[in-house]
Every structure is written in C-alpha cells, then in structure tokens.
C-alpha cells in the first residue's frame, strides 16, 4: 500500500454508510481464540504489540522474515526481533527504530534490509542516525546482537538519487553465495521495474545499487524460486511479468513473457509451487484499504490466479468464499506455499480482515479451503487485520496490523510432509521440491 493514510480516510467516510452484515459462520471460538475459525485451526502464543494507523501516533504491523529461531517484523516505525522458539510463548528480544513506512524485512545470515516506502519528510532518523529529506530506499542493519542491531548502510532510491526511482515498497532477497553477496530485487511500486541493489556479505556498509532490470510495468512484489526452476515474477499494473534467472548472473534476468489479466489493476503478490511449474497471483483491489471481499464484488477482486509459469497459461482461479462486511478492509494480500514431499500444493495466506487461510491447489482447476480463522470487524473501525501469514516449520505465523504477532496450528492431512527449513525469506524460494509423480 502506497499513500496508505489519504485512502483509509476515505474508506472510512464510505464504509461508514453500511451497517454490518453478518459474520462468517464457523466453529464457535474457543476461550482462548476469539475469531471464528474453523476446527482444524488452533490459537497456539501471541506477541502483542498494539499499534493503530488513527489512534495515536500512525503505525501498522507489516511483513516479516525468519531466521532460526527469530523471526524480524517489520512496521511502519522500524522492526522488531522475536524468539519464536516456543512457539506458544513468542518473546520480545528488541525494536529498532526506522522511522519511514512500509518497513518490509528481508534477512539473511546477520543482515536485516528493511524498505522505507516514501519520500522522508523533513529530516529524521533510522537506527540513531539521521535521515535526510527526501529520502526513500533500503537500510542495512547488523542483527549479529539481536539486542541492539547496528544500522550499517542507507541505498537512497529515490528520483532524486536515481532517476525515474521510487524508493522501496518491497524488497527481494536473492542470495549469491557464488559472489558472496546478497542481492536485492526491490518493487518501488510507482516506477517501472526493479532496482538490483547489492549487499556484499563481507563488507555489508558497501551495498549499493547495481542496476534497473525494466518490466513493462510497475512492480508491487517480486517472488523468486531458484533450484531447477531459476524463475523470478514481479507482479504489478494488470499482471505479471516473469524472468529467467541464470545462476552465474542473477544480476541481469531474461525476460520470458509478460502477461496482463483481465479485471486485475494492481497486481500485488506472487508464489510458487515448490517444483515451479504453477505460478499464484495475487492483486489488491482497493489498494488494500477497501472492503473488495463483500459478495456484491467481482469474483476478480476477491480470488488467487493459477498460471503455468514457464508460459503464463492460465490453470485456474480459486475465490473466497466467505464474503467480508462493508466495514472490513479485505483483498487476498501475502501468502506462501508449504513445502510438501508429499506433492501437494498448498498456499498459506494472510488477507486483512478475512484473517488467516489456507488452501490446496493441487488441481489449479479446482482449488478449495482447507482451514481459516476470520476475525470480526474491528471496533472501533480502523485498518486492519492480517498483513501476511506464512507457513514456516509447522506453525502459522500471523503478522496482525493492530495486534502484533499471532502464531496458529493446523491440524490437516494437508500439513503431511511438510520440510522444516533453517530459515525463510517468504519471496524467496532457495530451491524446488522435485514432488512425487507430479504432472509433466
């Protein structure tokens, strides 16, 4: 979300002319869990971290990343590191300041690169140090104490310092160990293609901006799957556009196709299947600030896009189907897919005040809801709900805009086979999953 505060005001002044319709039927919530969610979701630990983007000083939970037993959430005012060793009691370890919005995450080894969104207003500061007016791009912190991570480098990626650039709504992790480098692919949102930026792991203050790779649109997110597959996707404007990773170049991708989708205008998120043959794509109707999942909406507005990635042909379209109230901000936001052995696909998703969900895809064709937990409206209104969820070692883990971090269980045949993995850039898979008599 770009401007995000003008266009929540707005949505509130419309959405204040409805009254509400109705809650989603489910389960009836347990003590411990106040959302309906259906039986095979449980409330396991939560962190919580109240913000509001109205109710005093502006600040909103966003994305966030894993590394071993912590994971990095980032929001509009900095980020903080949790131990989420036990996954029923998430633990505080610190907060770092930054002071421009969006704050997307991004870590590898002892790296956080965290996006700051829009154009710095006035002097202020990251990190203990200053930040100049006009400021938009990425910052490059130290974590190796997790209590008090050092601010090392600022890449400036606005127009001023690069022209035609927009600073960074999100940012990539395409790791090089080759070069012993950690590249970045950052989406600005507003400008055209993406900015390469690199992070030289032995000397981190060196990151710098290497060059722009065009997409013939703007790009929101930008996911990449590496292994066999070697593809990257930058959804944003009416689709996608895909690229051709070469191992010994992941600075300079081949564009394969681009496709546009009918009914889709901002082009959001995108995954894929771990041996990446399906792409998912997402889109934000209403910019993420409207309520785009009543049932008087396009079925467009509220649906995930399946498309054979090597060609972009379109495989099949799964809708939400528990239509949202007039007073909820909802679109289908920030997902990943579980890594299963078993040959299943299943995607993990976070879509605002639809709350958490998942859902198998094994035949694109015929997608469906295995599980979901789907909070009521919020009193009072304000912009919420479920920024991302993602799957990461058995647990889902729920970064909540007004509420913090909250970590849920499925309990589902679809969980069968699941990897555990060291650690999780959700944009980023580091390699495929050659699945068991999967479809050529």
Not at 235 to 254: H, I, K, Q, V
Not at 308 to 319: D, K, P, S, V, Y
Request: proline share 8%; charged share 15%.
């Amino acid at each position: 979300m770009r401007r995000t505060r003008y266009l929540v005001t707005l949505t509130l002044i419309l959405t204040s002319l409805f009254v509400f319709a109705g809650a989603a039927s489910a389960d009836p919530p347990s003590p411990q869990d106040a959302d309906p969610h259906t039986q095979n979701i449980h409330d396991m630990g939560h962190d919580r971290a109240p913000a509001s983007l109205f109710y005093g000083p502006p600040d909103i939970h966003t994305d966030i990343a894993f590394w071993g037993q912590y994971a990095i959430q980032g929001n509009w005012t900095g980020f903080r590191i949790l131990d989420i060793s036990a996954p029923g009691n998430p633990k505080l370890i610190s907060y770092t300041e930054c002071n421009g919005n969006q704050g997307d995450v991004v870590v590898w080894q002892n790296i956080v690169v965290r996006s700051w969104n829009s154009p710095a207003l006035g002097t202020t500061s990251c990190g203990g140090q200053t930040v100049p007016a006009g400021f938009e791009g990425l910052h490059v912190f130290d974590i190796s104490n997790v209590n008090s991570p050092v601010l090392l480098a600022a890449v400036n990626l606005s127009n001023g310092a690069i022209p035609g650039r927009c600073g960074s709504h999100t940012a990539t992790g395409v790791p090089d160990p080759a070069n012993n480098r950690l590249l970045i692919y950052n989406s600005g949102s507003q400008c055209d293609g993406i900015d390469i930026v690199e992070v030289p792991l032995n000397n981190p203050a060196a990151a710098a901006f290497l060059r722009l790779e065009p997409a013939g649109r703007n790009c929101h997110d930008t996911s990449v799957i590496l292994g066999d597959a070697m593809l990257a996707a930058c959804a944003g404007g009416n689709g996608y556009t895909m690229w051709r990773l070469n191992s010994g170049a992941l600075e300079d991708p081949e564009l394969l196709y681009s496709r546009s989708i009918p009914g889709v205008t901002i082009g959001h998120s995108g995954s894929f299947s771990w041996d990446g043959r399906v792409f998912v794509f997402g889109h934000e109707p209403g910019g993420g600030v409207g309520a785009s999942c009543e049932a008087s909406d396009p079925i467009t507005d509220r649906s995930f896009f399946f498309f054979e990635a090597a060609n972009g042909n379109q495989l099949g379209m799964w809708t939400l189907p528990r239509p949202q109230t007039a007073l909820e901000n909802c679109t289908l936001h920030n997902f990943n897919v579980v890594p299963l052995r078993s040959g299943r696909y299943v995607i993990a998703h976070g879509s605002y005040q639809s709350g958490t969900s998942i859902v198998d895809f094994t035949d694109p064709a015929n997608a469906f809801e295995v599980g979901y937990s789907d909070p009521p409206p919020i009193v009072p209104q304000d912009l919420g709900g479920a920024w991302s969820t993602y799957w990461y070692n058995n647990f889902l883990y729920e970064t909540n805009i007004t509420e913090g971090l909250n970590i849920l269980l499925l309990s589902d045949s679809a969980r069968a086979g699941a990897m555990r993995l060291p650690y999780l850039n959700p944009q980023t898979q580091d390699f495929t999953i050659a699945a068991p008599g999967k479809r050529k």
